[in-house]
């Protein structure tokens, strides 16, 4: 007869509750489940379809400290949907961790790569004796029952408060992340990490429909930025019906935070769809309409992104001609970046300070180009960059006189009628594409 003993392995690692260090992107604490994106409240406020899907942690991150060498994380999902036709599971279902390196500069570590409702992925060793800064990006496209963070027996783990204020973006499949490879590529995380900013991600697969119940919920988080990102969700006759109530309701409740409304992004294909191009043309031409009006009428602090470049001018940016790859959103992160730079600058900000526009939409090389630009401060600069793969800088021009121009009450049926402020000859060897002006004025760029 013998006698045997079994011993249990001791785990390496002991494990935290996410929700003791905190996360970034849950706007509100009163919720149905811990990592959902709108309060508990909303299920009674929003259509089922918006509801079911703020169930999804999109947006969310962990940021916090730690001396380990290896990091591992347990996460359990809420549907057994791990991936989707068009996205990986990655993007879906996965966790996306990145680290500050020695320059302040977040780069990319490990992905959590998801094979069932339960799942777990240690991180390789790292070099010994530091004490790192992580962000980890919870699932898009799924729910997170429970998220546990496992640091060797010994090691530090700390919370990390969040960096400012949110910025908050409110749009559809696209700003809910589709179709990123990772949790981190999607155009709000990235802007998150250049901007050091933490971000609230209220996209909505399909809903995002600019509607008032959703502003008003929007008006109870004390952000840094709006950014109302619809018109893919919209008809051009919504959007004219929609766009200026909701912004009077964030406006009346937040008087003095920034407001961006963005054009879509153009459809990869639409040079072979001449009416999709003109549906889209339309909802665009809405958009505007609504913004020179509210414009016009005084509201403050509302800003303006145009859709175009935003995905580049190669077609090369989506997955199915409308949500983005990785690709595409880096690029139209690329896009955002200057005008969020901008709005997050100190000091008040009015819509004429540093504005313009070019007397056309399109030209040909030879052409003169004129531009129309309000600005008050005494000199400006300007800087051309043609978009495409990578931002080509083609032209800059310094200390450009600025003169500041009223923004006339009829600007919506016609225009401001600014006077020329300056212009150049383009030049015969530009390549055909899309092109952006930025301007700078101190600490001010648009």
């Known amino acids: ?55 999804h942690s999109a947006g969310m991150a962990v940021r916090f400290r730690s001396d380990a060498e290896r990091l591992a994380f347990r996460w359990k999902l809420t549907n057994k949907r791990l991936a989707m036709d068009h996205m990986p599971a990655t993007g879906v279902s996965g966790l996306d ?50 998220l546990e963070i496992g640091t060797p027996r010994g090691a530090t783990l700390e919370s990390i408060a969040p960096p400012g204020k949110p910025i908050v973006f409110y749009g559809t499949s696209i700003t809910h992340g589709a179709c990123a490879s990772r949790p981190g590529m999607t155009t709000s995380a990235i802007l998150g990490r250049k901007l050091n900013r933490p971000i609230v991600n209220l996209g909505f697969s399909g809903n995002g429909k600019l509607e008032l119940p959703l502003g008003k919920l929007l008006t109870e988080i004390d952000a840094a930025v709006y950014v109302i990102d619809c018109l ?28 961006l409304l963005v054009e879509d992004r153009t459809y990869a294909n639409t040079h072979a769809y001449p009416a999709r191009a003109k549906d889209q043309a339309a909802r665009r031409a809405a958009l505007r309409e609504a913004y020179d009006q509210m414009t016009a009428e005084g509201v403050a602090s509302l800003h303006y992104l145009e859709g175009p470049a935003q995905l580049g001018d190669d077609d090369e940016g989506t997955v199915d001609g409308s949500h983005p790859t990785d690709l595409g959103f880096l690029r139209q992160a690329a896009v955002f970046e200057p005008k969020l730079r901008y709005l997050l600058a100190p000091g008040p900000i009015s819509s004429n300070e540093l504005a313009g526009y070019p007397q056309e939409q399109s030209y040909a090389p030879g052409d003169r180009v004129s531009f129309r630009i309000s600005c008050a401060e005494p000199t400006f600069d300007a800087i051309i960059e043609r978009l495409g793969a990578k931002v080509e800088v083609v032209h800059t021009q310094r200390g450009l006189k600025g003169t500041r121009h009223p923004i006339p009450a009829d600007a919506s049926a016609n225009g401001c009628n600014w006077p020329e402020t300056w212009a150049f000859t383009l030049p015969n060897d530009w390549r055909s594409g899309y092109y952006r002006v930025r301007l700078t004025a101190g600490k001010r760029t648009a």
Do not use: H
């Open 97 to 146: 961790l990145y680290v500050r390196d020695e320059r302040g500069t977040w780069r990319w570590l490990a992905v959590g790569r998801p094979t069932a409702l339960e799942n777990q992925f240690e991180t390789a060793a790292l070099p010994p004796g530091k004490t790192r800064e992580y962000l980890l990006y919870l699932p898009l496209y799924n729910g997170i029952a429970s």
């Open 1 to 55: 007869m013998f006698l045997l003993m079994l011993w249990a392995a001791a785990d390496p690692f002991l494990f935290t509750d996410a929700n003791k260090l905190g996360v970034e992107g849950r706007a509100w604490t009163t919720l149905t489940a811990p990592y959902d994106r709108l309060p508990a409240k909303a299920e009674k406020e929003v259509r089922s379809e918006v509801w079911s899907l703020s169930r």
């Open 232 to 259: 893919p969700n919209c008809s051009a006759a919504e959007v004219k019906e929609r766009t200026i109530p909701l912004v009077k309701a964030i406006r009346a409740a937040r008087p003095s935070t920034p407001i």
